[in-house]
């Protein structure tokens, strides 16, 4: 079993500063892409930004230059740095995944993984 546990949300103004973290454990071999999504009430779950193995990344526009998306892949680790947030920022966020795991008879699994959700609020 594989686990993402997200941390660091919580209720900013406009103008603040967030920082999401995400930690992968569990009999995992190999996580490739890994990021984050969120999802606004009534909206569908929409990506936020994602980091490849090798550091390539990939924003949202709407975060490009706000947000920073940082990995350590020795300690199956993401975090974000969300800077300037705004209102429309208001979401719960997700940490996903793609991971190369062993499975319970050790063979070897492939699967796209995602954590419980943080809720980001930006308010006055």
């Known amino acids: 079993q594989v686990d993402l546990v997200e941390s660091g949300g919580g209720l900013v103004q406009p103008g603040g500063s967030l920082r999401l973290s995400c930690v992968a454990s569990?009999?995992?071999?190999?996580?490739?892409?890994m990021g984050w999504y969120r999802q606004a009430p009534g909206t569908e779950r929409d990506l936020v930004a994602t980091?490849?193995?090798?550091?390539?990344?990939n924003y949202a526009d709407s975060v490009k230059g706000r947000f920073t998306i940082s990995r350590d892949i020795a300690e199956n680790t993401v975090s974000l740095q969300m800077d300037s947030l705004k209102p429309e920022d208001t979401a719960v966020y997700y940490c996903?995944?793609?991971?190369?795991?062993?499975?319970?008879?050790?063979?070897?699994?492939?699967?796209?993984?995602w954590g419980q959700g943080t809720q980001v609020t930006v308010s006055s």
């Open positions: 996903h995944a793609n991971i190369l795991a062993i499975g319970a008879t050790d063979e070897y699994i492939a699967f796209k993984s």
């Open positions: 569990g009999r995992i071999l190999r996580i490739d892409d």
């Open positions: 980091t490849t193995r090798n550091g390539n990344t």
